[in-house]
């Protein structure tokens, strides 16, 4: 998990703004996932990719929006269409040998 | 669609004595059964995992036991120290890196000294 990079840390912005978190990784691994957790709150999943230039909606797409141009990035856009933005935002990568998920540092979001 | 129930969502046990967290889930096909531990401001981070081939793992003062039929795992934590305070989380999967892995609601462990 020391392979994957979220900025930055902490990200505020004014409400009706579209906002990019990037995130990065230097592992090789094929598949790619995006996660919002809210506090005290578990796991939900909004995009994932599986290979460059592929990827699906998870459980709460809406309001967001992904590319996958390269292997190393996956970074998601917060779009003015998401109604409660403000949240803690988690990359994820997984291998293709033993399936395990790794998560970055991740970036919280404030949107006021 | 694809669920884990996770249970308590909150616990609470002296140090030394033994924690345990159920889960089921919905996927009959879910062959892949992680557990994370996320302390707070943190990522989440595997603690231990199980495949659908195996009843049970130990690593150390950790175990994972799995019954595919009832279509539940559990997560023992024995021994329990101060550091074991935080939010755990179990998840299944299929054994596939493009699979979706679903994640339960979490609970938060505190340990009492």
């Known amino acids: 998990d020391g392979g994957i990079t979220q900025s930055p840390k902490y990200l505020f912005r004014k409400e009706g703004q579209n906002v990019t978190l990037s995130c990065e990784q230097n592992?090789?691994?094929?598949?790619m996932y995006w996660y919002r957790q809210d506090p005290g709150q578990g796991l939900r999943l909004i995009y994932y990719s599986q290979i460059v230039n592929d990827f699906q909606k998870g459980d709460i797409a809406e309001g967001y929006s992904v590319s996958r141009e390269k292997k190393e990035s996956f970074p998601l856009t917060v779009t003015s269409a998401q109604k409660n933005p403000t949240a803690f935002y988690l990359c994820a990568t997984r291998t293709g040998g033993t399936y395990e998920q790794y998560f970055g540092p991740g970036t919280r979001l404030t949107v006021t | 669609g694809e669920n884990v129930e996770q249970h308590p969502s909150t616990l609470s046990v002296q140090e030394g004595d033994s924690a345990v967290i159920k889960c089921t889930y919905s996927?009959?096909?879910?062959?892949?059964f992680p557990w994370y531990k996320q302390e707070l401001g943190k990522r989440p981070q595997l603690i231990i995992d199980?495949?659908?081939?195996?009843g049970e793992k130990k690593d150390q003062r950790i175990a994972v036991t799995l019954n595919k039929t009832a279509k539940h795992f559990s997560l023992h934590i024995t021994e329990t120290q101060p550091e074991d305070s935080a939010v755990y989380f179990c998840a299944a999967s299929r054994y596939s890196s493009a699979s979706k892995i679903i994640f339960g609601s979490g609970t938060r462990l505190s340990i009492r000294p």
């Open positions: 199980i495949r659908s081939n195996v």
């Open positions: 996927d009959s096909a879910s062959n892949y």
């Open positions: 592992l090789n691994h094929d598949a």
